[in-house]
């Protein structure tokens, strides 16, 4: 195992080298840069040229992109220009905002997802099968930046139950407790997709799983219904299932972008975003890489679990 | 084309996809009608008229921002988003499915490449993407199409990788090669077909979340332009709008779901039309225990007074879509104490379900037990309520089953899965458990018994499997082992000394075996008495020896010339003018 | 047993590497096959036998390319088979042709069985679309099946219906040596009795070669001319099987015989 | 299955057990902290450094700058400065410094801090120059030299007469910041800024908050409020709801749909029209717009006052001409500018045998100023089109659409959207209607317009040191720019906020700017 995962971490690096390639020659080449983003309307030709020297952006594309990976292999990502603080810093700040939301939405879908998809499983064809079908398709057929608002109206608007957004209180705010109070609805928001798709995963594996062999053999040995259903079944099912819970990982993480907009949570799909668009090169290098790092990473977790799991996997 | 009949009329036999079809095909029509219908000019503004709420005057669904009529708008902008959606949804499929395809059929370094180069565009910035398209290509719908492609090939690109590497190694690949097939044939020939259900499938997820998608780039120029509608472009526009004109966003919105919902019915019922294993049986999830539907339950007859095991007029069928087909049809069997009765048939004889039946481990749906009696002692099993039933099931009944590597969990230490069937039945402490499954491994002769609980079933051979599954039907002290085929799928020198074990714990024990077989080698080995089923009927039954040397029946006399026997098998070669074709 | 074998294995060795591992333990090696070496004549059928795991499988996918041999060499017709198989899968599947255990997993699920059958029309036969229909209809009608059924699909068929089917494309190209890997094991046995006396007649009809594989010794008297045990990727004994198993000389030849349950 | 009942029943309790039981103590901002709703968070907060309207509005409460806006209009008053003289020929400016103020960190304010920090934006020798860069530096490039007087007084000599000296002086880049700071910070500057303003900094979340808290050695009036929090709020539906659900006290820029929301009840809600102005650039050398009467019949065909008073809610008032009426001394109220009239400018089109012309048309996705571009964009189309003028819109992402638009329309659009805000009359037009400003001499006139006169005009505005002489020659100018309509003139922002009903003395500013000074809450 420690093999395994030391082969997939080496296989991560020419994937994010491939990456901050092709990102570089994007930013590169798509109209707009720096200088426009921070003139605006007063980009003239001697004040962009200023600015370009300024921030480094007059030499060849060659030389910035190995001054850039030069600096990346000395741990230094460089500064952002946009927010003028190193790159690593803000980087690390909203990933771990991110990691935060992403994990606790996780988890959430995880559960969520789980159960409905067992408790569907179980049912098949009957009424609690298709409410959960029906739920799973409202969850992931509704525009999420929809639900997050209308989550907001209700519980922080006209409930007043929940914060309405940010990370902390702004004032006398700090503290798990106070976290997790602005966590609820943006974590819940973020659930609904991952939810409907691993509920959906679950139900087709636990069914997959219930005609087999093995499971009847626990019956003929009179195992409970739950044991039945929560020892055998759902432990093969979730052979299947902790893969896509990978990949939701990943989408999760990258695709907080809506909530993380709607809920002003500080998190780095935002900030690549906002980065994006004023064309803060090193702030997109540096953001990308850590999202790709992570996402990577993530799914190499999900395959470690899997194969922790299932023993077969490895031999 | 039969074939694509019978494949609609199993997707309409699916009410839920039936309702998605129709759902789907309602929206199809209304958007195809554009033209015709009698709509309002969906681009026609009207500022002073902006933000009617549904049911206006002169607008049904209310107008937008603009004092659009958003009705016109909606069949508009959906003609063109489910276009986008489709269009975008089979390009990905194409794209992504052909690397899925080289990735998973030709494996090696082509597969760790490919699928290396689908984790960078997963993680891929998709905005920059976007932002590369509209320097290059401008902005416009048509060019978002691109970038929601380019997201989604990674989608298709893993789910189809998966299948295809399980077909590599299938044999009917290796026999299309062996036919002269070459590697591109055989992918596009050979595997594709068997790839296209996951495809559909993704095609059928994937379009609702393109439609959505789209919205997601209008900021950044890739949508459609200004005025033209899609609902994307709706969604965003309604976003603006939300705390106050709600409607704005719903209207669109809820189409979306329509669209996504319709769109995720059918594709199950695509996927369940075409999995061959539903094809003849409604699909469905076996039960706690067979179900049973007995017309008349037979009066309490005293049976066979000394029986342990009393089987009268027992009938099983199987709905089917196309009805009830009974494969057992009547069978009368008794067990005495310590008693080794032998069932023996070919496949379809209905041996194996008469075995399952007894403790009503039959499927069910689509298993149905129609009628008899099970008596096991003073006990109806076939009336026996769910907490009786568990009790007995690896309590007093036990069962060894065919193949143990499928039979037994494959996740679960067989120690813990031993454990498990004591701990159903006792109230033992984990180390007293421990100490049985110990003590049992020794009975069943398995070497290195603290090893071996420690071992997933892949690890062990065949035959130790078959031994840790018969240390755990012995683990309660069973009166009755029902053994469904135990040593079919073991070498013979293996078999043999399972059929010694088995043979010896039934002397110690007393235990009565049931033994289902199709091999009369075997049955002659271990049981006294042999019942010979054909066609869900008991065509004979007597004394092992009796049956062998004298049978009585027709079909037992066939059966028994089939059988090569060492030493005189070329008689075999002879051809037997009683026997019907295959 | 005159002339060129028509199969001849020398040396054949197969061992089985390990995945590939940058780090951690390297894993031994498992050898499938130590060196076997064997030849079968023109018409003559050939006998394996052995328990799982002995190498009869992989001896087989060797002699029909299915397989790479580490080592050795195997001649079909007096051709090296990997001078066959870099001519083109065509010319190989020409000479050789294998029957596989499962009957219904050869089988394409998705594919009419007149789909599978005209494969080997096309690639190895090399027949104009044209004549296809009336050598699909002799096929058929030459494994006592009915015509009728070529455009139905795999599940539709028994076990045995699906056996004979397989065997019709592995003749359809004409290649005169078929490999029959356990091709009765997983069939009832009054089927199995009638698939037995098919490839006895075809092999008459069309004097074919078998290399005939299984663990059912019964089953091996009952075709093969010659027979050879194997256990742990060798071969241990060889004889005409009527005297080599009423008085098997090797121990292991002598424990599998007495293993087999009698009537 | 009753365990699974029992599971998601067990479930269900312990969320709603769960749930109240966490709930922290409700975090009740107390009166004398204000909190205001952003639209996004500041980029710098190095006056030198920063170019966003966002940014101003938390600078002009830590910084002050040697003049000032008189509150309430665009008229500069003194602030770090007690006085000023301007030489006869308008090149030397001495001004005469207040006494007794020093920065946040203790370091006295004076003439040498004055120089250091102008000479930091335009000496790229200077040793703090390594804190840019500064965009805005080239408000002062008419600097020859900085001199100290005497510790209170400071001279600035110019290379030539130049009259917006005083106004660019007021904007934010001319904000003084403390030379001890900016040498021990470098460029961590930008995040720990230290002034002689009414509030000191003292805290700067990332994407979280900016709080601020009263300067208790202010040298004039105190603030009357302890500590300011400045909230960044992206989304207006989101800081809409803070603002219901009274997460904020203020929030500014409310999406004009929004504003229903707060009409009566606990709110009140500040307009305040502003130095802003929202047109077309026409193309005048390449299409159907080169003639004269087809952008007249475009200024015709377009329904203002519906664009400002139903798509934009009344937060915007039509416009008239080039030069925004806030700029009253130079303002010309008796134009009449173009009012809608379809009939006319078909009429006009067809004397230009315009009719049906194909247009292209930029527009943006987004932008500072812009509004609702897309909206505004497609009711324009929907205008014309009733005219007979085929428009094809082509929308793009603000910085893309900046490089495109900055680069000069050329033969690929014919017209496209534009906001500019600015302090002075002089800015707007010089930047990019002189012939010297078209795209080629690197300035920003995209449509090519040129008229010698109004160069003329315009230079020599800038000359003039006296207001009501220039007032008039900017009179001229708009004259001028209307009649020959290389623009379509759409409107002018009011820019809007929306208070709770407990703050007190809150104002707008034409400025765009956001004094927080004399605000308190009850």
Same mark, same amino acid.
């Given at each position: 195992?420690?093999?395994? &995962?030391?082969?997939?971490?080496?296989? +991560?690096?020419?994937?994010?080298?491939?990456?901050? +390639?092709?990102?570089?020659?994007?930013?590169?080449?798509?109209?707009?840069?720096?200088?426009?983003?921070?003139?605006?309307?007063?980009?003239?030709?001697?004040?962009?040229?200023?600015?370009?020297?300024?921030?480094?952006?007059?030499?060849?594309?060659?030389?910035?992109?190995?001054?850039?990976?030069?600096?990346?292999?000395?741990?230094?990502?460089?500064?952002?220009?946009?927010?003028?603080?190193?790159?690593?810093?803000?980087?690390?700040?909203?990933?771990?905002?991110?990691?935060?939301?992403?994990?606790?939405?996780?988890?959430?879908?995880? &559960?969520?997802?789980? +159960?409905?998809?067992?408790?569907?499983?179980?049912?098949?064809?009957?009424?609690?099968?298709?409410? &959960?079908?029906?739920?799973?398709?409202?969850?992931?057929?509704?525009?999420?930046?929809?639900?997050?608002?209308?989550?907001?109206?209700?519980?922080?608007?006209?409930?007043?139950?929940?914060?309405?957004?940010?990370?902390?209180?702004?004032?006398?705010g700090g503290g798990l407790v106070d976290l997790l109070w602005h966590l609820i609805l943006p974590a819940t928001t973020l659930a609904v997709v991952a939810a409907g798709v691993i509920a959906r995963l679950t139900r087709s594996a636990m069914l997959e799983v219930l005609r087999q062999d093995f499971v009847r053999t626990a019956r003929a040995k009179g195992v409970s219904e739950r044991g039945v259903v929560f020892r055998h079944a759902l432990k093969a099912a979730m052979v299947t299932v902790i893969p896509v819970i990978g990949i939701q990982a990943g989408f999760v993480l990258g695709g907080a972008v809506y909530i993380e907009t709607v809920f002003q949570w500080p998190g780095i799909g935002r900030m690549l975003v906002d980065a994006i668009g004023t064309r803060d090169i090193l702030l997109v290098q540096g953001g990308v890489l850590v999202v790709a790092a992570s996402y990577v990473l993530f799914n190499l977790l999900a395959d470690v679990v899997q194969r922790l799991l299932d023993p077969r996997i490895a031999a | 084309m039969k074939a694509a009949r019978g494949f609609f009329a199993r997707l309409l036999r699916n009410r839920m996809a039936a309702a998605g079809l129709l759902v789907l095909a309602l929206i199809l029509a209304v958007v195809l009608a554009a033209p015709i219908l009698p709509l309002a000019d969906p681009d026609a503004t009207d500022p002073a008229r902006r933000l009617l709420p549904p049911f206006s005057e002169g607008a049904w669904l209310g107008t937008d921002a603009l004092g659009r009529d958003l009705l016109a708008r909606l069949v508009w902008g959906s003609r063109l988003s489910l276009a986008v959606g489709v269009a975008a949804s089979l390009l990905a499929a194409v794209l992504g499915s052909t690397v899925g395809l080289l990735a998973g059929y030709l494996g090696g370094w082509t597969d760790t490449l490919l699928m290396r180069g689908i984790d960078t565009l997963m993680a891929f910035p998709y905005l920059l993407l976007a932002l590369a398209i509209v320097a290059v290509l401008g902005p416009g719908l048509l060019n978002a199409l691109y970038a929601v492609v380019v997201v989604n090939i990674p989608f298709f690109a893993r789910n189809v990788r998966g299948v295809a590497a399980g077909l590599r190694h299938r044999e009917f690949v290796d026999a299309a090669r062996l036919s002269g097939m070459g590697s591109a044939r055989i992918l596009l020939q050979e595997v594709l077909p068997n790839v296209m259900p996951v495809i559909v499938i993704t095609v059928s997820t994937t379009i609702g979340w393109m439609i959505l998608e789209t919205a997601g780039l209008s900021f950044l120029g890739l949508g459609s332009q200004p005025p033209q509608a899609d609902l994307g472009s709706m969604l965003g526009e309604g976003r603006k709008v939300l705390i106050n004109a709600p409607h704005v966003a719903a209207v669109p919105g809820l189409l979306v779901f329509l669209i996504v919902m319709s769109m995720n019915l059918i594709g199950d019922g695509v996927r369940d039309a075409i999995d061959p294993r539903l094809?003849?049986?409604?699909?469905?999830?076996?039960?706690?225990?067979?179900?049973?539907?007995?017309?008349?339950?037979?009066?309490?007859?005293?049976?066979?007074?000394?029986?342990?095991?009393?089987?009268?007029?027992?009938?099983?069928?199987?709905?089917?879509?196309?009805?009830?087909?009974?494969?057992?049809?009547?069978?009368?069997?008794?067990?005495?104490?310590?008693?080794?009765?032998?069932?023996?048939?070919?496949?379809?004889?209905?041996?194996?379900?008469?075995?399952?039946?007894?403790? *009503?481990?039959?499927?069910?749906?689509?298993?149905?037990?129609?009628?008899?009696?099970?008596?096991?002692?003073?006990?109806?099993?076939?009336?026996?309520?769910?907490?009786?039933?568990?009790?007995?099931?690896?309590?007093?009944?036990?069962?060894?089953?065919?193949?143990?590597?499928?039979?037994?969990?494959?996740?679960?230490?067989?120690?813990?899965?031993?454990?498990?069937?004591?701990?159903?039945?006792?109230?033992?402490?984990?180390?007293?458990?421990?100490?049985?499954?110990?003590?049992?491994?020794?009975?069943?002769?398995?070497?290195?018994?603290?090893?071996?609980?420690?071992?997933?079933?892949?690890?062990?051979?065949?035959?130790? *499997?078959?031994?840790?599954?018969?240390?755990?039907?012995?683990?309660?002290?069973?009166?009755?082992?029902?053994?469904?085929?135990?040593?079919?799928?073991?070498?013979?020198?293996?078999?043999?000394?399972?059929?010694?074990?088995?043979?010896?714990?039934?002397?110690?024990?007393?235990?009565?075996?049931?033994?289902?077989?199709?091999?009369?080698?075997?049955?002659?080995?271990?049981?006294?008495?042999?019942?010979?089923?054909?066609?869900?009927?008991?065509?004979?039954?007597?004394?092992?020896?009796?049956?062998?040397? *004298?049978?009585?029946?027709?079909?037992?006399?066939?059966?028994?010339?089939?059988?090569?026997?060492?030493?005189?098998?070329?008689?075999?070669?002879?051809?037997?003018?009683?026997?019907?074709?295959? | 047993m005159s002339g060129a074998p028509a199969v001849q294995v020398r040396d054949l060795v197969k061992t089985y590497r390990p995945r590939f591992a940058l780090f951690g333990r390297r894993r031994k090696p498992v050898t499938a096959l130590g060196g076997v070496s064997l030849a079968v004549a023109p018409g003559e059928t050939l006998g394996i036998v052995g328990e799982s795991g002995c190498g009869k499988t992989t001896l087989a996918r060797c002699l029909v390319g299915l397989l790479r041999p580490s080592s050795g060499q195997v001649l079909v017709a007096?051709?090296?088979?990997?001078?066959?198989?870099?001519?083109?899968?065509?010319?190989?599947?020409?000479?050789?042709?294998?029957?596989?255990?499962?009957?219904?997993?050869?089988?394409?699920?998705?594919?009419?069985?007149?789909?599978?059958?005209?494969?080997?029309?096309?690639?190895?036969?090399?027949?104009?679309?044209?004549?296809?229909?009336?050598?699909?209809?002799?096929?058929?009608?030459?494994?006592?099946?009915?015509?009728?059924?070529?455009?139905?699909?795999?599940?539709?068929?028994?076990?045995?219906?699906?056996?004979?089917?397989?065997?019709?494309?592995?003749?359809?190209?004409?290649?005169?040596?078929?490999?029959l890997d356990e091709p009765v094991s997983a069939l009832d046995v009054s089927v199995q009795a009638q698939v037995l006396r098919l490839l006895v007649e075809l092999k008459a009809r069309h004097d074919l070669t078998y290399v005939f594989i299984s663990h059912d010794l019964a089953v091996v008297e009952a075709l093969a001319d010659r027979v050879v045990v194997m256990s742990a990727g060798a071969v241990v004994e060889e004889g005409r099987p009527e005297e080599l198993f009423s008085a098997p000389s090797h121990p292991y030849t002598r424990r599998l015989v007495a293993s087999v349950p009698r009537l | 299955m009753t365990v699974i009942?029992?599971?998601?029943?067990?479930?269900?309790?312990?969320?709603?057990?769960?749930?109240?039981?966490?709930?922290?103590?409700?975090?009740?901002?107390?009166?004398?902290?204000?909190?205001?709703?952003?639209?996004?968070?500041?980029?710098?907060?190095?006056?030198?450094?920063?170019?966003?309207?966002?940014?101003?509005?938390?600078?002009?409460?830590?910084?002050?700058?040697?003049?000032?806006y008189k509150p309430g209009t665009l008229e500069v008053e003194p602030a770090l400065a007690e006085s000023w003289t301007i030489s006869e020929d308008g090149r030397v400016y001495e001004f005469k410094l207040r006494q007794a103020v020093t920065f946040h960190d203790g370091t006295p304010f004076d003439a040498e801090a004055v120089k250091f920090n102008f000479e930091r934006m335009l000496d790229e020798n200077h040793p703090a120059a390594g804190t840019g860069p500064f965009p805005l530096a080239f408000f002062f490039s008419a600097i020859e030299k900085v001199e100290v007087v005497d510790p209170q007084t400071v001279r600035f000599t110019l290379t030539e007469a130049f009259a917006p000296f005083l106004s660019n002086l007021a904007y934010p880049t001319g904000l003084i910041v403390s030379p001890s700071a900016v040498t021990e910070q470098g460029q961590d500057y930008a995040r720990n800024p230290v002034g002689t303003g009414p509030f000191r900094f003292v805290e700067w979340v990332g994407s979280q908050q900016v709080t601020i808290e009263r300067n208790p050695d202010y040298?004039?009036?105190?603030?009357?409020?302890?500590?300011?929090?400045?909230?960044?709020?992206?989304?207006?539906?989101?800081?809409?709801?803070?603002?219901?659900?009274?997460?904020?006290?203020?929030?500014?820029?409310?999406?004009?749909?929004?504003?229903?929301?707060?009409?009566?009840?606990?709110?009140?809600?500040?307009?305040?029209?502003?130095?802003?102005?929202?047109?077309?650039?026409?193309?005048?050398?390449?299409?159907?717009?080169?003639?004269?009467?087809?952008?007249?019949?475009?200024?015709?065909?377009?329904?203002?006052?519906?664009?400002?008073?139903?798509?934009?809610?009344?937060?915007?008032?039509?416009?008239?001409?080039?030069?925004?009426?806030?700029?009253?001394?130079?303002?010309d109220d008796t134009i009449e500018g173009y009012p809608h009239d379809p009939d006319k400018a078909k009429a006009l089109l067809a004397e230009a045998g315009a009719e049906g012309a194909r247009l292209t048309f930029y527009v943006a996705e987004s932008g500072s100023g812009m509004l609702d571009p897309v909206a505004i964009g497609t009711a324009i189309q929907a205008d014309l089109a009733k005219v007979g003028l085929e428009v094809e819109i082509q929308t793009y992402e603000w910085n893309t659409y900046l490089a495109n638009v900055n680069a000069g329309?050329?033969?690929?659009?014919?017209?496209?959207?534009?906001?500019?805000?600015?302090?002075?009359?002089?800015?707007?037009?010089?930047?990019?209607?002189?012939?010297?400003?078209?795209?080629?001499?690197?300035?920003?006139?995209s449509g090519y317009y040129s008229n010698p006169e109004l160069d003329r005009i315009l230079d020599e505005a800038r000359r003039e040191s006296e207001q009501d002489k220039r007032g008039e020659l900017y009179r001229q100018a708009q004259r001028i720019i209307v009649e020959d309509a290389p623009w379509a003139f759409i409107a002018h922002w009011q820019q809007n906020a929306v208070t709770t009903g407990t703050v007190q003395g809150f104002a707008l500013q034409p400025s765009f700017f956001l004094l927080l000074d004399d605000v308190s809450k009850q």
């Open positions: 195992m420690p093999a395994y &995962v030391l082969g997939r971490l080496l296989a +991560l690096l020419p994937v994010l080298f491939g990456l901050s +390639l092709i990102v570089f020659l994007i930013m590169a080449l798509i109209p707009g840069d720096p200088a426009q983003a921070i003139l605006g309307s007063y980009a003239t030709p001697e004040n962009v040229a200023r600015i370009n020297r300024d921030l480094g952006l007059d030499r060849s594309l060659p030389v910035q992109y190995l001054t850039w990976l030069g600096n990346v292999v000395t741990g230094d990502l460089g500064r952002s220009y946009s927010l003028n603080r190193p790159v690593l810093d803000e980087v690390l700040e909203r990933f771990s905002a991110t990691l935060i939301l992403a994990g606790a939405a996780l988890v959430l879908a995880s &559960v969520l997802g789980l +159960l409905a998809g067992i408790v569907s499983a179980v049912y098949q064809y009957g009424l609690a099968d298709k409410l &959960v079908t029906f739920a799973v398709l409202i969850g992931i057929s509704l525009p999420s930046f929809w639900l997050g608002l209308l989550l907001i109206l209700l519980f922080a608007v006209r409930w007043r139950l929940l914060p309405v957004s940010g990370m902390y209180a702004i004032y006398g | 094809r003849t049986g409604l699909p469905g999830k076996p039960g706690t225990a067979t179900r049973v539907e007995r017309p008349d339950v037979p009066a309490g007859h005293d049976g066979d007074a000394g029986a342990l095991l009393d089987v009268r007029n027992l009938k099983v069928a199987f709905d089917t879509g196309s009805g009830r087909n009974l494969a057992v049809q009547g069978v009368d069997l008794a067990v005495a104490p310590g008693e080794c009765l032998g069932i023996i048939g070919e496949s379809g004889s209905g041996k194996s379900v008469t075995a399952l039946a007894l403790a *009503r481990l039959v499927p069910s749906p689509p298993g149905v037990i129609t009628g008899g009696v099970v008596r096991f002692e003073k006990d109806d099993l076939l009336a026996a309520p769910p907490g009786l039933l568990r009790r007995l099931r690896g309590g007093r009944i036990a069962y060894v089953f065919q193949d143990p590597l499928t039979t037994l969990h494959p996740l679960m230490r067989v120690g813990d899965q031993v454990i498990e069937a004591i701990q159903a039945h006792q109230r033992q402490a984990a180390g007293a458990a421990r100490a049985r499954v110990h003590e049992l491994f020794a009975a069943v002769r398995l070497p290195e018994p603290d090893r071996i609980m420690q071992a997933y079933p892949h690890e062990l051979s065949g035959g130790q *499997r078959q031994r840790v599954s018969i240390a755990m039907a012995l683990a309660n002290d069973p009166d009755l082992i029902i053994a469904d085929e135990p040593t079919t799928a073991l070498d013979v020198t293996v078999q043999a000394g399972i059929l010694d074990l088995l043979a010896e714990l039934r002397r110690q024990r007393r235990l009565a075996l049931v033994f289902i077989s199709h091999d009369f080698g075997v049955i002659a080995r271990i049981c006294d008495r042999v019942a010979v089923m054909h066609g869900g009927e008991i065509v004979e039954t007597g004394p092992v020896l009796d049956v062998l040397h *004298r049978p009585r029946h027709s079909y037992t006399r066939r059966l028994i010339a089939a059988v090569p026997v060492l030493g005189r098998a070329k008689e075999i070669l002879r051809t037997d003018p009683l026997e019907a074709p295959a | 007096g051709q090296p088979i990997d001078r066959l198989a870099a001519e083109g899968p065509a010319a190989l599947g020409r000479s050789v042709q294998y029957v596989f255990q499962d009957p219904i997993s050869s089988l394409n699920p998705r594919r009419t069985i007149r789909q599978t059958l005209a494969v080997p029309l096309r690639f190895l036969a090399g027949l104009p679309p044209g004549d296809h229909p009336a050598r699909l209809r002799e096929l058929m009608e030459g494994v006592g099946l009915d015509p009728a059924m070529l455009d139905r699909y795999p599940h539709e068929f028994s076990g045995g219906q699906a056996q004979r089917i397989a065997i019709a494309r592995a003749l359809a190209a004409g290649a005169r040596v078929v490999v | 009942r029992s599971a998601l029943a067990s479930l269900f309790l312990a969320g709603l057990l769960v749930l109240p039981a966490l709930r922290p103590a409700d975090a009740q901002i107390p009166a004398d902290v204000l909190v205001v709703g952003q639209i996004a968070e500041p980029a710098s907060m190095d006056p030198a450094v920063s170019t966003a309207t966002n940014d101003f509005r938390i600078l002009v409460n830590l910084y002050e700058g040697l003049v000032r040298w004039g009036e105190p603030a009357k409020l302890q500590t300011v929090v400045f909230r960044p709020i992206a989304d207006a539906n989101t800081r809409a709801a803070e603002m219901l659900a009274g997460g904020i006290d203020v929030m500014v820029e409310v999406p004009p749909d929004a504003l229903g929301q707060f009409s009566g009840g606990d709110f009140q809600v500040h307009e305040q029209a502003g130095p802003h102005l929202w047109f077309l650039i026409l193309n005048t050398r390449e299409g159907p717009l080169q003639d004269k009467r087809v952008r007249q019949a475009v200024n015709y065909a377009i329904d203002k006052q519906v664009i400002a008073d139903n798509i934009l809610q009344g937060t915007a008032v039509p416009a008239k001409g080039p030069i925004a009426p806030a700029f009253e001394w130079a303002y329309l050329g033969d690929k659009a014919d017209m496209a959207e534009m906001a500019w805000m600015t302090n002075d009359p002089d800015t707007l037009p010089y930047l990019t209607l002189r012939t010297d400003a078209l795209p080629e001499n690197g300035g920003f006139n």
